[in-house]
């Protein structure tokens, strides 16, 4: 079973919907990581978060560290939104280096007009 | 500030062949990460390293080495490359302390080994 799971796996969505994507893990962590893979290769970190919520523009992470599960929510979806979502979390007690980060394995959102 | 860079962008490799993929941070920052990304796959880490001098192992090192002579570079070597190594490869860094920052990726690197 991976340390990091990711639902769905594919998800499209028309323009203007709400989006949910979800991450559970089974490790005690410090935080979690959610990061956007362009069309084009290109990772950037979207959210960094170890308790509560966050909001940036459209997008809301949230994270309940009693359930280990965070999820990811997109309003008013857009097609530029269409990407790879990961969700990763960096463990407690990791035996190496504090910034190490076990990854899901993406969800591809493809937002239609 | 140029963040993370990459060289090459693409690459095709025959079994057998070597090669140092580059990358370079700009950002002063101390930690720096390899991972290759396989179809369908998450990231898996290769190597890290902490500082100038202070490398370690990832979870997926064989076939690889790296080395950390300076801050800002963090070059990682495929000796007798491998079919299995075809991959993309994602280097990345960040500035660790309390509060835990953020990781920046470098552009990747597709590597092909036929």
């Known amino acids: 079973k991976n340390e990091v799971e990711q639902s769905p796996q594919n998800l499209t969505a028309q323009e203007g919907e709400f989006i949910t994507i979800n991450c559970s893990y089974s490790v005690g962590i410090s935080a979690l990581h959610w990061l956007q893979q362009h069309p084009g290769g290109g990772i950037v970190s979207l959210f960094m978060?170890?308790?509560g919520k966050k909001k940036h523009g459209r997008l809301i992470a949230t994270i309940n560290i009693q359930e280990k599960h965070s999820s990811l929510h997109i309003t008013a979806s857009h097609p530029r939104d269409s990407a790879v979502y990961i969700c990763?979390?960096?463990?407690?007690?990791?035996?190496?280096?504090?910034?190490?980060?076990?990854f899901g394995k993406g969800t591809k959102l493809s937002v239609k007009p | 500030n140029a963040g993370v860079t990459q060289t090459p962008k693409f690459r095709i490799l025959k079994i057998g062949q070597s090669m140092t993929l580059q990358c370079a941070q700009d950002?002063?920052?101390?930690?720096m990460y390899w991972y290759r990304q396989d179809p369908g796959m998450g990231l898996k880490l290769i190597y890290y390293s902490v500082g100038a001098g202070i490398t370690d192992k990832g979870e997926v090192p064989n076939g690889y080495n790296v080395s950390r002579s300076t801050t800002e570079d963090f070059p990682l070597r495929l000796e007798l490359a491998a079919p299995s190594q075809t991959s993309v490869y994602f280097c990345?860094?960040?500035?660790?302390?309390?509060?835990?920052?953020?990781?920046?990726f470098g552009p990747g690197t597709r590597l092909t080994v036929l």
């Open positions: 978060l170890s308790s």
């Open positions: 990763a979390v960096r463990p407690l007690n990791y035996g190496g280096s504090q910034g190490n980060l076990i």
């Open positions: 990345a860094s960040s500035y660790e302390g309390r509060p835990y920052n953020e990781q920046f």
């Open positions: 950002m002063n920052h101390n930690y």
